[in-house]
DNA sequence: GGATACTATAAATATTTTTTATAGTCGCCG
DNA sequence: CGGCGACTATAAAAAATATTTATAGTATCC
C-alpha cells in the first residue's frame, strides 16, 4: 500500500471531487479513480457513494472512519520529515510566545551560550496556540507555552516551570498610583490597553471581566509589552500583564490584585510524546528546567 | 512512499539484521537493502550504521527517531483495517472483563435484545489490562473496564459509570461471620482465597496490605468468582472482591471495610479516541451509559 | 439534443519494487 | 594464512504497480 493513496483519499475527503482531486496533485484525473479502488480493494469496503442523481460524493461510515486514520498517519509522517531534518542540520526548533521570549529567554540563553548548545537552538516565534499546533506538526521539538490551566493533551507532554499572577498597570500620575493593591472591579471605569498576540492574557483578562460583570473598554490593542507599557506610561490606558513584564520603570506603576481565585499565567516546558530526545536535546530540556525552574 | 518500506524498517530496528528480516517476510535479502535505502533518501538521512568490525547493526537517532512514528502508523494501519473490518461485518467488539460480564452484562444485554441490536455486538473477554491494548490495536471497539483509578489515556477515552467498593467475604461458619464491618489490619492472620485474572483487584488488595503492614497468607487463586466463593464458603480463606459479587448466597457473609481511604473499584465505558460512531454504534454506547449509570 | 461536468474503463507507458546472481567485507578457526 | 561462514551491497533482469492517454458512460442544464 501507498502512502500516496492515502494522501489522495484524504484530499478526496476535503474536495468531494476525483477531477478536483487530481488537479491538485498533478496527476490525471482516473489516478484518483484508481487509488481510490486500490483502497477500497484493501480495506474490503466501500468508500464513496457516487451519487450521480444529486451529483455529488457521499462519504460512507468506513470512508469517515479511514480518514481519521489517514489524517493521522499524514501528520505523523509530516511530523517524521520535520524532526528528521531537525536532526540532520543538528539542531532544535525551540517555540517560544513573545512575552517567553522577551523575560525568560536570556536568562536560558546565556547557560545554554555556557554550555555551548546555543547555535544548536533555533527559536520560532508565535502566540501559544499556534505554537501548540507548531509542536504537532513537528514545526517545533520543544516549546515554552504559557497557559492559565495546566497543559494536558494527548499528544504534548507539558512540565509546569512558574506561576505568575497577572497584575494591573497603571501611568505614575493615574489616581490609582499611589495603591499596591486593587480588587479588579474598581478597574470597570478604566480604559484598557491590552496585548493582543498572546490568547493566555486574553482569557485570563475575560475570565475577570465577566466575574465581575463589566464589559471592558479596551482603547488599544497591540503585540509588544513596551509599546503597552509606553501606551500606560502616557496614560492612554491601564494595562493587564503578568508580574514579571515590570522592568524597573519609574513612569508606570505595577498594582497587585486582591481577588479570589485569581487567573494564573502557567508557563510549561512542552514536547511531543513521540519525540526523542538525542543527548543535545536532553541537555537543552536539562538547561531550561534548570534555569527556568530556579 | 511505501507502507511495506515502514514495515521493514520497523522490523529492522527490532531485528537489527538484514536477512532474517527478509526471510520474516518471504522476501529475499536485497529487497530490505533497497527499502532502507529508499527510506535513506526520502528522510535524507542515515538510519542504520553498518558497524562490520562488531558485526552488529547500530541504529542512529534519526532511526530511532524514525521508528517511533513508523509504529504509530502501522499500528494505525492495523486498527484501521480491524475497524474497518468490524464495520463490514456490522457489528462492534465489546470488550469485558469477567467480572462485569457476568455481572453487569446481563441487564446491559437485556436492553440491546429489546432494541434488537444484541446480534450486532460481538464479546471479547479479557483482563483489563489486556483488554485495553485490545482497544489500542483495534480488537475491540468498546470496553467496560475496571480500575482503581479513574482511566486516563493518550489514545482513550473514558466515561465512568460505578465506582464500588471492595468487600471482604468470609464463611457463614468463620468467626467474622457475626460481625457487619471490619477494619482491614484484622485480617493480618487470616488465610486468603484470591481472584487472580484481573489485576484491578490485585492492585487494591495489594495497596491495602501495603498500607496495613503486612504479608498476606495467599492460599489460593481462582480465576473465576464461583469457585473463590465456594472456597470462601468451605472456609478454605476469605476473600476480597467487590460488593456486585454479593448474590444472595447464605453460607457466606459479606462484611464491609471501615478503613478511610479505601480504594474503590471503578467501572467505565471506553472507547479510542480515533474510533467513529456509526448510527448502531451509537445506540449502544447510549443502552450502556443508561443501563449502567442507573 | 448538444454542451458541460463528473467518474469509469482499458490499453499503453512509465515507474517502482523485487529477484537473481554475484561481489565485497570482516571475523573465526584449523 | 586461507578458506568458510555470516552479513550487506550492487547491478541487471523481471515482475509488479501506478500513471497516462484516449474514450465511454451518466446525469444535469439549457
Redesign the pocket.
Known amino acids: 500500500?501507498?502512502i500516496?493513496?492515502l494522501d489522495?483519499f484524504n484530499q478526496?475527503i476535503k474536495r468531494?471531487?476525483?477531477?478536483?482531486?487530481?488537479a491538485d496533485?498533478?496527476?490525471?484525473?482516473?489516478?484518483?479513480?484508481?487509488?481510490?479502488?486500490?483502497l477500497e480493494r484493501e480495506f474490503n469496503a466501500t468508500l464513496?457513494l457516487?451519487d450521480?442523481?444529486?451529483?455529488?460524493?457521499i462519504v460512507t461510515p468506513s470512508g469517515e472512519q479511514l480518514a481519521v486514520h489517514a489524517q493521522t498517519i499524514l501528520n505523523e509522517l509530516q511530523v517524521a520529515h520535520r524532526e528528521l531534518s531537525h536532526l540532520a542540520d543538528q539542531h532544535m526548533v525551540l517555540g517560544l510566545p513573545p512575552i517567553i521570549e522577551t523575560y525568560y529567554f536570556p536568562k536560558v540563553a546565556a547557560q545554554l551560550q555556557q554550555q555551548g548548545i546555543l547555535e544548536n537552538i533555533q527559536t520560532l516565534a508565535g502566540g501559544s496556540v499556534w505554537l501548540r499546533n507548531a509542536l504537532r506538526d513537528g514545526q517545533a521539538d520543544v516549546a515554552l507555552l504559557g497557559s492559565t490551566e495546566p497543559l494536558a493533551y494527548r499528544t504534548l507532554v507539558a512540565e509546569e516551570f512558574d506561576r505568575q499572577p497577572f497584575n494591573i498597570f497603571v501611568s505614575a500620575q493615574h489616581p490609582l498610583a499611589a495603591r499596591k493593591r486593587i480588587y479588579f472591579s474598581e478597574l470597570k471605569r478604566e480604559k484598557f490597553v491590552l496585548f493582543n498576540s498572546s490568547f493566555v492574557h486574553n482569557t485570563a483578562f475575560n475570565k475577570l471581566t465577566r466575574r465581575n460583570h463589566f464589559r471592558p473598554d479596551v482603547v488599544f490593542q497591540a503585540a509588544d509589552t513596551h509599546v503597552i507599557m509606553n501606551l500606560v506610561a502616557e496614560n492612554v490606558g491601564v494595562t493587564f500583564l503578568t508580574g514579571i513584564v515590570d522592568q524597573h520603570r519609574n513612569d508606570v506603576v505595577r498594582l497587585e490584585l486582591l481577588d479570589d481565585e485569581q487567573p494564573t499565567f502557567i508557563s510549561s516546558i512542552v514536547t511531543r510524546t513521540s519525540h526523542v530526545l538525542t543527548p543535545m536535546q536532553q541537555r537543552v530540556i536539562q538547561v531550561l528546567q534548570g534555569t527556568l525552574e530556579e
Open positions: 500500500m501507498n500516496n493513496d489522495y478526496l468531494k471531487n476525483f477531477s478536483k482531486v487530481a496533485f498533478n496527476v490525471t484525473q482516473p489516478t484518483i479513480t484508481m487509488a481510490i479502488k486500490r464513496f457516487r450521480r442523481v444529486h451529483n455529488e460524493l
